[in-house]
């Protein structure tokens, strides 16, 4: 399923889901190393292959005041210290043509963001640089149209694509996932459920994007009975001081519960 084309991933052989965690925003370098070395005993522990998410800049942001990032050289060198440390991949969302042969660099998976998912020519330039896409669904498409999308990398001479739901617009303030998508996507490519994301609430009057992550255990646990194929979570140890989107994400301290219980019914799944 495209795992065994990303280099220092483990754990391929274990039947289980996979996992992009990390903090929404590379902050520093102590923080990201610190998370990383929770997250990778977690997932060693559960045998979950693991890639380590981290955004090596912030380019879609409610106000002109909100963190971007502390440089994109920087934040890519920090990204490559944690792949390097703990031996495993990492992934980074890209915004311009010029960031996919940057960060190409630097990371094993290039993530598409949602807003910018049919923009043919940022997700070509990330096709051509023969590094996994991740395809984020937009919050306005189709489960149906996102195999253009697919298209676009096949195309393009790259066969590692996935797609990541990460919730569908509903009225101004909130997200939905509508669950009927991920078999019809699975039909494209691989698909992996964006937990935190989906539980977004953007557009607030604040200018700063709410969420509910006390419903992340529910998402997540339905995204693995649904079938996805890995899921996707922002997480950081203390998410009310986090730099970016700490409003819907996942305390560390309680990762490791919902990975176990995720695992037991991936388990269950997989003898249906």
Known sequence: ???????????????????????????????????????????????????FKGSFKKANRSRIDSFTGIGDEKAL???????????VPTVTDIHEVSDAEKAAEYVDVLQIPAFLVRQTDLVVAAAKTGKVVNLKKGQFMSPESMQHAVKKVTDSGNEQAWITD?????????????????????QYAPVVLDVTHSLQQPNQSS?????????????????????VDGLFMETHFDPKNAKSDGAN??????????LTNLTAIRKVINTL
């Open 1 to 51: 399923m495209q795992l065994d084309a990303i280099p220092q991933l483990k754990h391929t052989n274990s039947d289980n889901f996979f996992l992009l965690a990390g903090p929404c925003a590379i902050e520093g370098e102590e923080m990201a190393l610190k998370i990383a070395e929770k997250v990778v005993s977690m997932t060693d522990k559960l045998q979950i292959p693991y890639v």
């Open 207 to 227: 200018g700063v994007t709410g969420g509910r992550p006390a419903l992340i255990g529910t998402m997540a646990r339905a995204g693995i009975a649904a079938g």
């Open 166 to 186: 990460r919730g569908t617009m509903f009225g101004y303030q909130d997200m939905v996932v509508d669950f009927r998508g991920i078999p019809t996507m699975k």
């Open 77 to 87: 060198k920090i990204l490559r210290k944690v792949s390097e440390t703990f031996e």
């Open 249 to 258: 994400m996942l305390d560390l301290s309680l990762l490791e519960k919902l």
